[in-house]
């Protein structure tokens, strides 16, 4: 069993930067992918970026390809995301997840989700 908290969210005006940690329990953390999704009002959820359990192999929407960055601390049982030149079309809850059975892009692959971080990017 994972546990996931997502912290880092914020009201920032476009062009800002901020920072999303996703903080796991569970001894196994370190050996499971990790995906970053998001969903605004009236929207499904997407997929933002993800991560191999290594480390080395990442993923990213087009959209946020470029201004964030997917990252891990294994040691501190981390993910981080780095979001930079934020844009209002960024607004929305952002979701950390883990273990991915398949595509690391696919929202129904994961078994683990936290309760989401809420981002709001204002003009």
């Known amino acids: 069993q994972v546990q996931l908290v997502e912290s880092g969210g914020g009201l920032v005006q476009a062009g800002a930067s901020l920072r999303l940690s996703c903080a796991a329990s569970?001894?196994?953390?370190?050996?499971?992918?990790v995906g970053w999704f998001r969903q605004a009002p009236g929207k499904e959820r997407e997929f933002v970026a993800a991560?191999?359990?290594?480390?080395?192999?990442?993923y990213y929407a087009d959209s946020v390809k470029g201004r964030f960055t997917i990252s891990r601390d294994n040691a501190k049982a981390t993910v981080y995301l780095q979001m930079s030149s934020l844009k209002p079309e960024d607004t929305a809850v952002y979701y950390c997840?883990?273990?991915?059975?398949?595509?690391?892009?696919?929202?129904?692959?994961?078994?683990?989700w936290g309760q989401g971080t809420q981002v709001t990017v204002s003009s």
């Open positions: 569970g001894r196994s953390f370190s050996t499971y992918g």
């Open positions: 997840a883990c273990k991915p059975r398949s595509s690391p892009q696919r929202s129904d692959a994961y078994d683990y």
């Open positions: 991560i191999t359990s290594s480390g080395f192999g990442t």
